[in-house]
């Protein structure tokens, strides 16, 4: 089965703070992703790579930035940690397979922003 | 147009009772479609992939219509653990292999005995 792991369940920060989420899959996909979802809002992709040292732009990028060094390995950043980023972020990784590939995610963080 | 939309329900259904959910999506060239079911505050898990007119297991059929660009997930003989949120999820681009996929915002289904 695949497994990615986010690197915590629940987060409290403050506002300003640099917040750094991590996720790890043990796949070896090519493509990550991370999302974040609100109620009524549903899934919104902040980033995703589809290579090591890659990264596009999803929906939402502002305020947000990423990180893959690795091809098991894919970051997130909250630049300077706001109070409308109190959310859940989900990681989720793909193969680069034939035709498209379903997303498999992680357990989720759930971040909030004091 | 929204890229995929989903009735958001909910749906509220006695135990024993078939259900079907329809999704419709904007993208006419997508060619493989998924349903994910999430649970309440637990992340989203694959639950059928549909890549030809249909696909089952089960008691789930899943349907694909592409003259009409729209999926149904159908349930039969609901159990109480089926109570959910069904998200419907298409490809952005056809075959691309960068992987993003749109997720509707889901129908929730609670299924009571």
């Known amino acids: 089965d695949v497994k990615v792991t986010q690197s915590s369940r629940y987060l409290v920060k403050r506002t300003g703070e640099k917040v750094f989420l991590e996720c790890v899959q043990d796949?070896?996909?090519?493509?990550m992703f991370w999302y974040r979802q609100d109620p009524g809002l549903g899934l919104r992709l902040i980033y995703f790579s589809y290579d090591v040292k890659m990264k596009e732009k999803g929906d939402i990028p502002e305020g947000y930035s990423v990180s893959r060094e690795k091809k098991e390995r894919f970051s997130l950043i909250l630049e300077s940690a706001s109070t409308n980023q109190t959310s859940m972020y989900l990681c989720a990784s793909s193969s680069r397979g034939l035709g498209n590939q379903p997303q498999h995610f992680g357990d989720g963080t759930r971040l909030s922003i004091l | 147009r929204k890229e995929v939309e989903q009735d958001p329900g909910p749906f509220n259904v006695p135990e024993g009772a078939t259900v079907a959910f329809n999704c419709t999506y904007s993208n006419s060239a997508s060619q493989s479609f998924f349903w994910y079911r999430q649970d309440c505050r637990k992340e989203p898990k694959l639950l059928m992939s549909v890549y030809s007119s249909g696909n089952e297991d089960g008691r789930f059929t899943a349907q694909l219509n592409r003259a009409s660009q729209y999926i149904s997930l159908l349930i039969r003989d609901s159990k109480l653990s089926d109570s959910a949120t069904y998200l419907c999820?298409?490809?952005?681009?056809?075959?691309?292999?960068?992987?993003?996929?749109?997720f509707g915002r889901g129908t929730q289904l609670t299924v009571w005995p």
């Open positions: 796949m070896d996909h090519e493509n």
């Open positions: 999820v298409v490809p952005l681009d056809r075959g691309s292999t960068l992987g993003r996929l749109y």
